[in-house]
């Protein structure tokens, strides 16, 4: 098993997109709100350089874009 975290926040329609995909296919994963806590905003941007949600945490990888998220998702859960 992977090593996964998820940076999103709320109002995010992208990270909405993503975490609809996740409940209805039972993937659970680390989550991250970076509005919730500053901690989690200064990893999001530590990590991949952008303050850019949604944004999913590979075995220490970032990868963006709804689209790309949920289609790895798809590919690798």
Not at 20 to 37: F, G, L, S, T, W
Not at 59 to 77: Q, R, V
Request: contains cysteine.
């Amino acid at each position: 098993m992977k090593n996964l975290k998820l940076f999103y926040f709320d109002e995010c329609p992208f990270c909405k997109k993503v975490i609809q995909y996740m409940k209805r296919n039972n993937i659970e994963v680390e989550m991250a709100n970076i509005h919730a806590d500053p901690k989690n905003k200064e990893e999001l941007i530590e990590l991949g350089g952008k303050e850019q949600v949604p944004m999913l945490l590979i075995d220490g990888k970032p990868l963006y874009e709804s689209n790309d998220i949920i289609k790895w998702l798809k590919e690798n859960m």
